[in-house]
Structures are given as structure tokens and as C-alpha cells.
């Protein structure tokens, strides 16, 4: 074991507000990158959790995330077909509604304004997710069912059994979803047939986006080649993983977002600078006879500043491994409100680099401290 590290392990209370500081620098970042792909796996877990192996966009559409309109005309439907490998294609449609309540006495009704998205319940059904419930699934069957995330219910103001309107026509609140929330509108989910028995749905012609289902789920990337190539600009196909990386994207890319990220970023550097590197002063201050020490038995200024160096990496990997668990403190408690959060790899390698660097940096502004330590001190 080296000395830096024996140090750190013996002395770590000395050293804790610094790991703390790294934490909350890396925590600072991780968080906001968690929520923000939380909203987008959000919005998309119908399709993330269905039965599609690849699904059909315009051609210039680059995501499903404020991308512009999202309507295909009808006839591309059977095209895809055309494709052997192809065994189903179904139109994922949506629409928006006005919502009212209807509140229990004593209590106002709820107007909003709520995204509408289609399911089709038949049993194994490419648009039917993969968990639902078959209680969710046999509901859906009933003429004006809903179902919508148990987070949306207290947004609503309704509850399971409950009546409400949408756009004027009464709907039945007959089943709960988990893990289908919408941050920013709460999203009812219902049948196609009652889709368009509330007059919602396709129109002019246009479909939604487009579920394909293959017959060997390994050739998908091939079949996605092969359709692109017949397309002749009148769609673009693309795969389920591919399109959420797209997504994803989408939203980090966002101006306002990206602001905040990148704010975020310097915010925990400069944080995580200042407090690392003034905790580890603090602890060479500390432990400055022990420095004067070695450097009485010969060590020399060089040696001691790789001491010191190390030690200050040591803390950065502590630092990490805080992050880490404060990371997954915050994803559990997010999770247990109902709130879904993602860490794409690029952000936390992005987080690690930066708490390295900080760690680095931090143990570079310590070393002047060294200078203290003079032999001629331990006769004092």
C-alpha cells in the first residue's frame, strides 16, 4: 500500500470535506443529465417497451423530439411490407384534448390539456408494450377506457373508476399504469377504437410514425439498410436503439438545456476546485512535522510532491465513488415518486474526467504548502 493511500484511509475525517465537495460537484451534473433523459424515456416508453423492432419517420426527421411533424401519408403503410422480412406494421397515433374532471363534491373540476396516445390491445399486438399488465390490456377493450400514469392522477383530479370528458365526450378511467409519466403533459392512453370513436386520431390521409415488427430481430439493422435504400425519400427507418440515442440527443441539444448543463459544469469545477484544494492545505498544514520528517531522513521536494499529487487523485476516486452513491440515493427516491431518470455513458465518463481533473488541479495549488515543511521545524 502506498503512503498516500495510508494516509487517506488513516487520517480520512481530515480529507471528508473534500470527497463530500467532489460529490456534490459530480452529483451537481449527473442529476440534471438524469432528469432531463428521464423526460425523454418518458415520452417515449410506449415505444421503448413495445413489440417494434424498427419504426418508420419522415425522411426529414431526425428524432421524435420536437422534430416537426410526424405524420406519414397512409399509402407508405403497405410499403413496407414490400420487405419479406416485414411481418407487421401498425401507425402509432396520437392527438391532444381538452380534460375536465369530474370532482368530487365540494371540489373544482381540472381543465387541461392533455396528449392523447393510441394502444392496440389485441394480445401481442406490435404497439402493445411489453408490460402491460393483461388486466391494462383487457380494459382497453371496453369501449371509452383510459389508462394514464399513477402520476398523473392527482394532476387530473380523477381516479381509478372515474368519469371525465375529453374534448366534450365522456371517457372511463379504468385502469393505472406505472412508470408512463409525462413531465411536462400528462399523457391518457386508450384503444385505437376509441381513438377514433372521440373523432381523434389520423387525418388527411396521414398516419403517425410507423411499428414495424420483423421476423428475425437480428437482421434488423439489414432490413433497415434495405428499406432506406427503397425509400426514395418518402420515409426514413430506423432502429428502436438508434432512434432513442436520437432522441436523447434531441433533448440534450436543446439551447436552454445545454445552457444549464454546461453551467453546471463549470459551477462544479470551480466548487470542487476550491473546497479540494483548500481541504488538502488544510491537511499538509496538519501533517507538516511528518512532511518534515521525510524530507529530514533524505526525501526529497520531488518525492513529496508526488506524495501529495497521489494523494489528491486517492481523493478524487473517493469522490467518485461518493458520486456514485449519491447518484443512486437520488435514483431511488426519483424512482419512488414515480420519476424515471437515465445516465448515458458519454455524461458519466464526462463526470469522471471531471472529477479527475478537479482532484489534479486541487493537488497542483496544495504543493506550495510543501515549502513549510523544513527540517528545522522539529527542533522547535
Do not use: C
Request: net charge positive; no cysteine; aromatic share 6%.
Amino acid at each position: 500500500m502506498s503512503l498516500a493511500l495510508a494516509t487517506l484511509l488513516y487520517e480520512w475525517k481530515r480529507y471528508s470535506a473534500a470527497m463530500v465537495a467532489l460529490a456534490f460537484s459530480g452529483l451537481l451534473v449527473l442529476a440534471q443529465v438524469g432528469m432531463f433523459t428521464g423526460i425523454v424515456q418518458g415520452a417515449t416508453a410506449s415505444i421503448d417497451r413495445s413489440r417494434a423492432d424498427l419504426m418508420i419517420l419522415p425522411p426529414k426527421n431526425e428524432s421524435l423530439m420536437n422534430s416537426g411533424p410526424s405524420g406519414l401519408p397512409g399509402r407508405i403503410q403497405p410499403l413496407i411490407y414490400l420487405n419479406p422480412q416485414v411481418v407487421e406494421v401498425e401507425s402509432l397515433d396520437g392527438d391532444g384534448a381538452r380534460w375536465v374532471n369530474t370532482p368530487e363534491p365540494g371540489k373544482k373540476a381540472v381543465t387541461t390539456y392533455v396528449n392523447i396516445s393510441d394502444v392496440d390491445p389485441r394480445p401481442g399486438a406490435v404497439t402493445l408494450p411489453t408490460d402491460y399488465p393483461e388486466a391494462i390490456r383487457l380494459a382497453l377493450l371496453e369501449p371509452y377506457a383510459i389508462v394514464i400514469d399513477k402520476t398523473a392522477l392527482a394532476r387530473l383530479g380523477t381516479h381509478l373508476g372515474a368519469t371525465a370528458t375529453l374534448s366534450g365526450k365522456t371517457v372511463h378511467l379504468r385502469g393505472i399504469l406505472e412508470n408512463y409519466p409525462n413531465i411536462d403533459q400528462p399523457t391518457v392512453y386508450m384503444s385505437r377504437d376509441t381513438l377514433r370513436l372521440l373523432g381523434m386520431g389520423a387525418k388527411n390521409g396521414k398516419t403517425g410514425p410507423l411499428m414495424v415488427r420483423i421476423r428475425d430481430p437480428q437482421q434488423v439493422q439489414a432490413v433497415v439498410d434495405q428499406l432506406n435504400a427503397n425509400s426514395h425519400g418518402l420515409y426514413r427507418a430506423w432502429t428502436r436503439e438508434a432512434l432513442g440515442k436520437a432522441n436523447q440527443n434531441a433533448i440534450m441539444g436543446e439551447q436552454i438545456i445545454g445552457i444549464f448543463l454546461g453551467f453546471s459544469l463549470f459551477l462544479g469545477l470551480l466548487i470542487g476546485i476550491g473546497i479540494t484544494s483548500q481541504t488538502l492545505r488544510g491537511a499538509i498544514l496538519a501533517s507538516i512535522k511528518e512532511f518534515a520528517s521525510l524530507r529530514a531522513l533524505g526525501v526529497s521536494m520531488g518525492s513529496l510532491s508526488k506524495i501529495v499529487l497521489e494523494l489528491s487523485l486517492w481523493v478524487g476516486v473517493a469522490g467518485l465513488i461518493a458520486t456514485a452513491v449519491f447518484t443512486y440515493a437520488v435514483y431511488l427516491l426519483a424512482l419512488s415518486l414515480g420519476m424515471p431518470m437515465g445516465f448515458p455513458l458519454p455524461w458519466v465518463l464526462t463526470v469522471a474526467i471531471l472529477l479527475a481533473v478537479i482532484s489534479i488541479l486541487s493537488g497542483v495549488l496544495s504543493l506550495g504548502v510543501l515549502k513549510k515543511s523544513q527540517p528545522a521545524d522539529l527542533l522547535r
